[in-house]
DNA sequence: CATGAATGAGATTTCATTCAT
DNA sequence: TATGAATGAAATCTCATTCAT
């Protein structure tokens, strides 16, 4: 008996209700988004939506882990194709430079994103997915700046791990001034990029 | 006639349902924790609990305010004592450098600060209660270098707002990396610092 | 595809809340009466019943305009086959001279109706609400006068408005002394139409 | 040993008490008024109040009580010194006709008193109490009319106990209406005396 | 598979009453 | 006697989850 249903068919529900969830918990917060929230602005029904995810968690997790994918796949892609170690760590920051700090979908999932982040704080099991997710992000860097020593564009007496956790604390404190109405974004994060590139380079 | 009872003594116990509160909060996060939790863990009545504050809510908004008011009077204090910009800029780097990371109360607040953050996202009224704090931090800093680029420590060309903006997002940044365990806390923190201050002075 | 449920059904069960609420609002009071009673009475969940009703004060509400809404069909149904002005005041008079007074139901309804018109003393909107019904049940006499008025069946020189409210008034009286065991009931009620219907015709 | 204070002195004080909860209560209702309402209204503390009364019922009874108790003394003693049952009628009537509409108190007072009347539907104790006030007037005018009869001021064809029952259903209709603002109450109110009086005479 | 009515545990908040001072 | 802080039972309302259709 075939599946009546295509897999297509189902993943891209799954799609659109982890859509609809990810803005409902941008504009509530998680605690405070209700499925009902879901059921309304993504126009499936209650019973659907329990179809496809177990529990409310359950969707919070898929949520956060599709857009975390995604990030992945994208610098992924990118560094395979960028030859030079400085290109890579341009790359990164030019990716946070150019954000536009209007859109509010954006922001509404970089708040979701850390409330998360810290929501993990209590759940070990949680904690553990996140560590993975951060480990794999902060490998990328400290590879990338090994590549670049050993190619002689970079220091070699710096510690590439040491800068790696420092490229994304970077990174986690900026986003987080989003909350912040006038902060010059822009202006700190470029000299932050300049300061540190100058720093990788000696 | 009024055998009431001291200021002292309900200022005490405000304190303790604080202290109680902060404690559930950091535990659970605000949503997840009940007023029930309070009562266990500060072995008030929920009755005498709202006796001393009117809601959850306001709860929260003490927790916070109580910890903030802490914090300025500690730093106003000591800047009021320090001679040199550049001592407090050092200062305010070695408040952070010599946290005990091993404090579980401390992780637990600052967790529930930076989640209380990012809630302000979705009202208003605290955005602007937050901001204004944050205001005066930002200012703290500015001042300090204005005050650094007029005696003549630091370089007068960079800007102080910018720095002072960038020293904080350093702060939020290094903050919430607490989640991580396995983060080299301090190297990376130190080394932030002495890129700043070199920054500053040139 | 929608299995939903038949409007009829989801009336039906409308019907059904309301007519506990009834019940127990009769029996203990608006204040006094739970949700929990109505739960008990009716059968039916905590959570069916707020799905139904988004307060006790909508539950209040709609039980009493189900309630005057059944009066007002019939009376004005009645009224439209009726062809004499006399015989419409008769026919009110004999509404309440027909009354069941051994019917628990009609005196607990008649208890909450009063109390309730008590109530609208202190909100502004229900008072109004209040207003506009009482005033459909002016208009309805003080119409029915004129008609007599005009066709010669009564006296000329009466105010038919003050007439109207003459009549609610004597209505209102007579349901209130249901408090009382032992009041002769159909007696006065019975003098009192028959000195009312003597003074429009003179 | 004597009392410490002076029997007046707990009097006046429970006259006191008694006064703001009749504000308080005219005010919210019954079980909407708090008992912290009287305490910020009298301005004793909720201690001293419980000192004097065992319960908010209990202030409730005593409350009614008290101005019922008021009524009585007055009408008694007004009728011990008029000479005819007419008078007595007339007084009876004026006095309802004398009233003034826009005294607030008085207002919330008939709200509050009516309240009762119905909340003791659901008390057996309280009825008997409600009821036995209610015989001492409809005595009190059954007593007028027959004597009315003796002396040949009245009809003697007329049942005096239902006029008495009559009569107050008529105030009581009267009454009632004050919830409704541009209610006719004068107008009605001296043309159901006069019918009333007419009726009485023949 | 889809639906949405039904459920009930659990959350916040109120307030009459008590009692140590 | 006077006080008002403390209490906790009880009320309203929410919402994740289930399941018959």
Same mark, same amino acid.
């Given at each position: !008996? ?60 898929e ?59 209590r ?25 670049g020593?050993?190619?002689g ?38 000299? !932050? ?10």
């Open positions: !008996m075939p599946p009546s249903v295509s897999e297509k068919y189902k993943e891209e529900k799954k799609r659109n209700i982890i859509n609809s969830a990810l803005i409902c918990f941008a504009e509530k917060g998680f605690e405070t988004a209700t499925i009902d929230d879901i059921v309304v602005h993504s126009g499936f029904s209650k019973g659907t939506i329990y179809n496809y995810f177990s529990s409310k968690d359950e969707i919070y997790l949520v956060l882990h599709t857009a975390t994918k995604n990030d992945i796949d994208v610098i992924t892609n990118k560094f395979s194709v960028l030859r030079t170690a400085l290109s890579k760590i341009n790359y990164l920051f030019d990716l946070y430079l150019n954000i536009d700090l209007n859109n509010q979908k954006r922001l509404g999932f970089t708040v979701v994103f850390y409330e998360f982040t810290l929501h993990c704080t759940e070990k099991k949680l904690l553990e997915l996140l560590t993975k997710r951060r480990n794999f992000f902060i490998h990328l860097i400290s590879e990338a700046i090994k590549e020593q050993a190619s564009e970079f220091n070699k007496n710096i510690q590439a791990d040491t800068y790696s956790h420092l490229f994304w604390t970077i990174i986690d404190g900026i986003n987080l001034q989003v909350v912040y109405k006038g902060f010059p974004y822009y202006d700190v994060l470029r000299e !932050m990029k300049e300061a540190y590139i100058e720093k990788l380079k000696n």
